[in-house]
């Protein structure tokens, strides 16, 4: 009797082994795939920064070259941009590449976040309005006055090239300080909308 159960065990033990060993290959699948899939950040965030350098230098065919075949763009408070290879390209052209900023813009990095497939960009653009910006201000003239604001740029990235950009700020903030907008009774703010994220201990909206 006892060298029966002697052989059930061993063969139930030689069943585990080969059910574990059979097992193996698909528990070390996700690590393997966790491997091969590695996204490389830093050139996430090289990438992001030669499209930007790109558009501020006035080259277009640079810009292009780091968008994917597809790309859409999107300035969500003007909702100006283009849809498509061709639609980017030519708001690019005609809009933007080159005539992003006027000359004494200034840019300030708040934070980046670079996941697996998009990049989070927070920054602090000051200028003098002395130039029309059709993608920031369309169909307003110049108006010399000093801007501040605060813009967040979410970027999809994939094979190496960027798929999309949502561009978001306060243009209420803008229009404050373009003269665009009276902020007496409104839940609004100029400049110092921009300046508190540059600095938190700024003081807070009474309420």
């Not at 229009?175 to 110092?192: F, M």
Request: charged content about 25%.
């Amino acid at each position: 009797m006892i060298i029966k159960r002697r052989s059930i065990f061993g063969k139930l033990r030689h069943l585990v082994v080969a059910v574990a060993a059979a097992a193996l290959p698909s528990a070390r699948r996700p690590a393997e795939a966790k491997e091969a899939g590695t996204v490389d950040r830093k050139a996430m965030s090289d990438l992001f920064d030669k499209h930007v350098n790109a558009e501020l230098a006035g080259d277009l065919d640079t810009t292009m070259a780091t968008m994917s075949d597809n790309p859409w763009l999107n300035h969500v408070p003007t909702q100006a941009g283009g849809v498509g290879r061709d639609g980017v390209r030519a708001f690019y052209r005609d809009h933007l590449v080159g005539k992003f900023f006027p000359p004494d813009v200034k840019m300030t990095p708040i934070s980046r976040t670079v996941g697996d497939a998009s990049i989070v960009d927070e920054v602090l653009i000051s200028f003098t309005h002395t130039r029309k910006i059709d993608w920031l201000l369309p169909g307003v003239a110049p108006t010399g006055k000093p801007v501040e604001m605060a813009v967040a740029v979410i970027v999809g990235v994939k094979d190496g090239k960027i798929t999309h950009e949502h561009i978001y700020w306060d243009q209420a903030s803008v229009l404050v300080q373009i003269g665009l907008l009276d902020p007496k009774g409104l839940p609004v703010s100029g400049a110092e909308l921009a300046r508190k994220i540059a600095d938190p201990s700024l003081p807070p909206r009474r309420i």
